[in-house]
Structures are given as structure tokens and as C-alpha cells.
């Protein structure tokens, strides 16, 4: 049998965000996922109150953080990645497709020439199918774009940490209106997610609770393929892709994705500061 984890959650009420450390409970080894870095836009200022609650656990619980992983590049919070990193010593991990998203961002940001679009600001980068462990437990990444190009699940045990591919089943699916996002690429990858194994749960990287419902991070497959309102069975790719298209126009855009995705293609590195010693962010306008 599968060697399951222990699963701890955490929400970041500003972001909607759910965090993870998961961990090996015979060898408390442990991985950290889509980790939190505050930013109150009104004054430029990052904070780390959400990742101090995840070092305290994983102080408390007597863990060793192997990895820091991102299901992709986030476009309504900033990653801790670096912190955590300074406090834990572990690696870092995100999908290999993320050179792409990088050269499409560093043309958009106009980022210095020096900034590399190679994903070599991660310590690791995952291909689709690729198998890694956590302590004795054993984990598998399966490429699934749609949101980006660059979006990848965790399979650890039983369980499958999506990011934005899927929501709740009360809220549907992840936008694709980003650059380089392709509704055509999400309906596949969610038709791969569905052919997972029926005990799989489902962990969401966001909750927004529609109609003032309770907080749910996680979901067992047959709910999602069963009930989720964009893409239960029976909806064709063709329909998916039209009500798709027809709802991201209608979309805001996310209150961080600025300062957010211009953070977290660097690996959650702030840019460069100027000669005044001064790390500014950039507002492209008439851009997105």
C-alpha cells in the first residue's frame, strides 16, 4: 500500500490561498507548497505573517523541509519561497515549462537583460511524469496547462495538489486569459486529473466560498467530475472552451497579479534595487 502523508493546511484570508506542508510521518520529512509572501498594495510593503505560521508548525511538529515547491507562477499572491528558504535550507521546485512563462513576462516587464529565462531561479525543475520522494513517501508531477503553460500537479499518496487547475466544485475552473493561457489545455489536463484513481483528493490552492459557505481545500475526485459546474461529465471540450472564453472576459483582473507575477517569475525574488538602493515594481499599462 501507498505510504500517505499528514496534510496540514493553511489559508491566507487576503489571497484566498491555501498553503501546505505535507510531511512523511515515519521520517518527518516534509514539503511546503504554494507558500505565502504578504503585500499590502496600498504601501509597496511585503510582510511574512503567513510564512511564520508555517515555520511554527513545522518547528512544533519536529519536521525537515526538503522541498519548497509552486504549482506555477502565482498571479494574486506572492510566493515565500526565499524566506522559507533562508530559514529551512530546503530546494525549490516548480514546473519546467517555466521558462516560457518567464520569456513571455521579461518582454512584458521589460526586466533587465541579465534576467535569465531558464528557470535556473529554482533549484529544480519538474517534467511531467517525473517521480521525486519526501522521506519514504513517494510523489509524481503531472504537466497540466491550461491556466499557464508552465501549471503542474503533486501527486503524493492519495492525494493530488492541483493549484489553479480546478476550485471547488461550487466554483468551476481556473481562468485561461492570462498570456499563454489555452482553454483547450486546461479541458485536457482536467480530463487527465479526472482519470486519477477514484480515491484521489483533490487540494486547491484557492477558496473563495461562494454564498458564504464554510472553507474547503480539498475535494475527492467523483465530487469534482461529478459536480463541478464548468466541467462535470457529459461537458465537451468544445462547450468548455466557449464558456470559458465568454467568462474571463467578463473577469477582473486579480488585485496582486502585477506585483505578484513580476515576484514570482524571479522565484519570489524581489528584482534588482536601482543605484539608489531603492527595488521598484513596474506597472505596464494598456498591457494585460
Known amino acids: 500500500?501507498?505510504?500517505?502523508?499528514?496534510?496540514?493546511?493553511?489559508?491566507?484570508?487576503?489571497?484566498?490561498t491555501l498553503s501546505y506542508v505535507v510531511h512523511d510521518p515515519d521520517t518527518r520529512r516534509a514539503a511546503i507548497i504554494d507558500s505565502v509572501l504578504n503585500y499590502d498594495p496600498k504601501a509597496a510593503r511585503t510582510s511574512t505573517a503567513s510564512a511564520e505560521g508555517i515555520l511554527e508548525y513545522v518547528a512544533a511538529q519536529g519536521l525537515t523541509v526538503a522541498w519548497i515547491l509552486e504549482t506555477h507562477v502565482h498571479a494574486d499572491h506572492?510566493?515565500?519561497a526565499p524566506y522559507l528558504q533562508e530559514k529551512l535550507g530546503a530546494r525549490t521546485g516548480i514546473g519546467a515549462h517555466v521558462g516560457g512563462v518567464q520569456h513571455t513576462f521579461k518582454t512584458i516587464f521589460n526586466a533587465e537583460d541579465e534576467f535569465p529565462t531558464d528557470g535556473s531561479q529554482f533549484d529544480h525543475l519538474f517534467h511531467d511524469g517525473e517521480a521525486f520522494s519526501i522521506g519514504a513517501l513517494e510523489a509524481r508531477v503531472l504537466h497540466t496547462?491550461?491556466?499557464?503553460?508552465?501549471?503542474?500537479?503533486?501527486l503524493i499518496g492519495s492525494n493530488a495538489f492541483i493549484g489553479d487547475t480546478l476550485f471547488s466544485p461550487d466554483y468551476g475552473t481556473a481562468r485561461c486569459d492570462f498570456p499563454g493561457g489555452d482553454a483547450r489545455q486546461l479541458y485536457q489536463s482536467i480530463q487527465k486529473l479526472f482519470q486519477l484513481p477514484d480515491n484521489t483528493n483533490y487540494f486547491l490552492c484557492h477558496d473563495y466560498m461562494p454564498n458564504g459557505r464554510e472553507l474547503l481545500w480539498q475535494t475527492p475526485l467523483t465530487d469534482q467530475r461529478e459536480n463541478n459546474i464548468h466541467i462535470h461529465q457529459g461537458v465537451s471540450e468544445t462547450e468548455f472552451i466557449a464558456m470559458r472564453t465568454a467568462?474571463?472576459?467578463?473577469?477582473?483582473?486579480?488585485v496582486l497579479i502585477l506585483p505578484a507575477v513580476q515576484v514570482n517569475m524571479r522565484g519570489?525574488?524581489?528584482?534588482?534595487?536601482?543605484?539608489n538602493d531603492i527595488t521598484y515594481l513596474k506597472i505596464p499599462v494598456n498591457t494585460l
Open 268 to 275: 519570489g525574488h524581489l528584482p534588482p534595487a536601482e543605484e
Open 145 to 154: 496547462p491550461g491556466h499557464t503553460p508552465a501549471c503542474i500537479t503533486y
Open 78 to 80: 506572492l510566493t515565500a
Open 1 to 16: 500500500m501507498t505510504a500517505q502523508p499528514e496534510i496540514k493546511v493553511f489559508f491566507d484570508q487576503e489571497t484566498f
Open 247 to 254: 467568462r474571463d472576459k467578463a473577469l477582473e483582473a486579480p
